[in-house]
């Protein structure tokens, strides 16, 4: 009989860099901001302590960051894509915020083992290709005991079905699992085993002019909607936002007062055993 064919092994590498120049394209920082609540959100959970060591992975422009320096932790702020970290800073200068920012790759942390009290991350590593390694680079550099903190997308809420729906115009690579599955409590255990994992079911509401306003700004300034439009030639362009305007239409609960489109996403409290 013939064999079965080998499953593709993704360039994990390669994918590395693509989405590196998709999140740099546009300008997230506009997107970002509009999440701060997030960040505070999490804060809050993670019943954060002043003087707490904490450093966010994939921060983007920093919320998390900007939200655990309020609370007068010490905070480093780390992203694989510089001019993201470049819009953090300036946040944080202009809120007075003492955050240290460096460029890190969230799947080879340039930090010690056990080095940090609380580790987390709003929306960014859940976009890691190598999910098991991203997942263990956080546990090794928080402390034994020590806690991590998470929000990600779920797969049914409104981002994780519009990623869906980008896939079917632009399929992602063979063997690349769905960030989504970050979004879900079983696939958490199972990248943080022997963790105890609290997760709490949150919403953020996207407030818009409009189904046609919330596709522009994110047309524009969202790099993976703005790196997919590029991609797509005229006609598949007009078939990509007919879908996306459908989404928004199925997701809206503004009522015609505005466009209020709500995303489930999970807010995710793991603790580390004291012997891990």
């Not at 300036?90 to 460029?103: D, K, W």
């Not at 090794?140 to 809420?157: F, S």
């Not at 869906?164 to 879900?184: D, E, M, N, Y």
Request: proline share 7%.
């Amino acid at each position: 009989m013939p064999s079965e064919p080998t499953p593709a092994t993704p360039d994990l590498a390669a994918l590395k860099a693509r989405q590196r120049g998709t999140w740099a394209s546009g300008d997230y920082a506009l997107i970002g901001s509009t999440l701060q609540i997030v960040g505070e959100s999490l804060c809050e959970a993670l019943d954060l302590r002043a003087g707490e060591r904490v450093l966010d992975i994939a921060a983007g422009n920093g919320n998390a960051s900007l939200a655990a320096a309020r609370r007068f932790a010490t905070v480093t702020s780390s992203d694989y894509v510089p001019e993201l970290l470049d819009q953090g800073r300036l946040r944080a200068e202009a809120n007075r915020l003492p955050i240290r920012f460096e460029v890190a790759d969230a799947e080879a942390l340039p930090f010690a083992d056990a080095h940090f009290d609380v580790v987390l991350s709003t929306f960014g590593v859940m976009f890691t290709p190598d999910q098991e390694k991203a997942a263990a680079e956080m546990r090794r550099v928080c402390r034994p005991g020590g806690r991590i903190g998470l929000a990600n997308w779920t797969p049914a809420g409104f981002v994780g079905q519009l990623f869906k729906l980008l896939g079917t115009f632009l399929p992602p690579p063979a063997g690349v699992r769905s960030p989504a599955l970050w979004g879900t409590e079983e696939r958490l255990r199972e990248l943080f085993p022997g963790a105890s994992v609290e997760v709490t079911p949150r919403v953020f509401h996207f407030r818009y002019r409009s189904a046609a306003h919330w596709l522009e700004v994110f047309r524009s300034y969202y790099g993976p909607l703005h790196k997919a439009f590029q991609a797509l030639d005229p006609d598949t362009q007009s078939r990509l936002e007919e879908n996306v305007l459908d989404l928004l239409g199925r997701f809206d609960r503004g009522g015609g007062a505005g466009l209020v489109v709500a995303s489930d996403y999970i807010e995710a409290i793991i603790r580390l055993p004291h012997d891990s």
